[in-house]
């Protein structure tokens, strides 16, 4: 790597390679310590190609979700197995590796600007801004970033836009799906807002146990699959479809019962 090789963002490789590891280091406590972060799925990370993949996710807190995404992501190329054990991996991380968030939150302080070195795609919310709902035109210069992204690596999306759960797919995730065909992975974590406050920064509770399952990447018919068919799917694959919103057996709620004893929370 030249010393001041940089990405198609103009951000200087080395620097964010040390930014990374930095992060990676006092971050992984968060997930294997103070919690403990329940993997599924990793094979599927391996066999990913080097670029245009897009992982599609449940959003729980502003920034740990996306700091666990990046320790599962090394941690798996690195040839561990649904494990983060052994901070090692994140000596020599993926570099290409981005994610969709807010220009505002990432622009809210010292820390999210630092954290938008390691790999932001900060783009203008067109339904929300400053806690008050906008209506606005989508950026062509947004779009554009994402797609640069894709070009050159993964890029992470949060396509309901919001921390909220049971909210709409945004349906221009759908529109960049189906104009770039990447391959679509599908992301579904939980036990983050019960650990971390909104932001993700500070530690709420510990003993918790937190889960990530990385899925097969979708099935899209990129020409003929409308855009209500990807929103759909993107729907049930991160378990955000209404029909999850259902009334529950006697069995399941007894099941759900022993899990949040081993969570140790009380809901």
């Given at each position: 790597?030249?010393?001041?090789?940089?990405?198609?963002?103009?951000?200087?490789?080395?620097?964010?390679?040390?930014?990374?590891?930095?992060?990676?280091?006092?971050?992984?406590?968060?997930?294997?310590?103070?919690?403990?972060?329940?993997?599924?799925?990793?094979?599927?990370?391996?066999?990913?190609?080097?670029?245009?993949?897009?992982?599609?996710?449940?959003?729980?807190?502003?920034?740990?979700?996306?700091?666990?995404?990046?320790?599962?992501?090394?941690?798996?190329?690195?040839?561990?197995?649904?494990?983060?054990?052994?901070?090692?991996?994140?000596?020599?991380?993926?570099?290409?590796?981005?994610?969709?968030?807010?220009?505002?939150?990432?622009?809210?302080?010292?820390?999210?600007?630092?954290?938008?070195?390691?790999?932001?795609?900060?783009?203008e919310r067109t339904w929300r801004a400053e806690g008050k709902d906008v209506n606005?035109?989508?950026?062509?210069?947004?779009?554009?970033?994402?797609?640069?992204a894709l070009k050159d690596g993964w890029v992470i999306t949060f396509p309901q836009?919001?921390?909220?759960?049971?909210?709409?797919?945004?349906?221009?995730?759908?529109?960049?799906?189906?104009?770039?065909?990447?391959?679509?992975?599908?992301?579904?974590?939980?036990?983050?807002?019960?650990?971390?406050?909104?932001?993700?920064?500070?530690?709420?509770?510990?003993?918790?146990?937190?889960?990530?399952?990385?899925?097969?990447?979708?099935?899209?018919?990129?020409?003929?699959?409308?855009?209500?068919?990807?929103?759909?799917?993107?729907?049930?694959?991160?378990?955000?479809?209404?029909?999850?919103?259902?009334?529950?057996?006697?069995?399941?709620?007894?099941?759900?019962?022993?899990?949040?004893?081993?969570?140790?929370?009380?809901?």
């Amino acid at each position: 790597m030249g010393l001041f090789k940089r990405n198609p963002f103009g951000h200087i490789l080395l620097i964010k390679k040390w930014i990374i590891r930095y992060l990676g280091i006092i971050t992984h406590r968060r997930f294997r310590g103070f919690n403990e972060l329940q993997i599924e799925g990793s094979e599927v990370i391996k066999n990913l190609p080097h670029n245009n993949v897009l992982f599609i996710s449940n959003h729980q807190t502003y920034f740990a979700d996306v700091v666990a995404m990046f320790h599962v992501f090394n941690a798996s190329l690195s040839g561990r197995e649904d494990s983060i054990k052994n901070i090692g991996y994140i000596w020599n991380p993926k570099l290409n590796v981005y994610y969709v968030a807010a220009k505002e939150t990432m622009k809210s302080g010292l820390l999210p600007k630092i954290f938008a070195y390691a790999g932001s795609i900060s783009i203008e919310r067109t339904w929300r801004a400053e806690g008050k709902d906008v209506n606005r035109q989508v950026k062509m210069s947004d779009i554009s970033s994402i797609a640069k992204a894709l070009k050159d690596g993964w890029v992470i999306t949060f396509p309901q836009g919001t921390t909220t759960p049971f909210k709409p797919i945004r349906k221009g995730t759908a529109h960049i799906i189906k104009r770039y065909e990447p391959i679509v992975v599908p992301v579904v974590i939980d036990g983050f807002r019960r650990s971390f406050d909104k932001k993700g920064l500070r530690v709420k509770k510990k003993n918790i146990l937190q889960s990530m399952e990385i899925k097969a990447p979708l099935d899209i018919d990129y020409k003929n699959d409308s855009i209500e068919d990807i929103v759909e799917k993107i729907e049930y694959s991160i378990e955000q479809h209404p029909s999850f919103l259902k009334v529950l057996t006697k069995k399941q709620i007894e099941d759900m019962e022993e899990l949040n004893k081993q969570r140790k929370y009380n809901v």
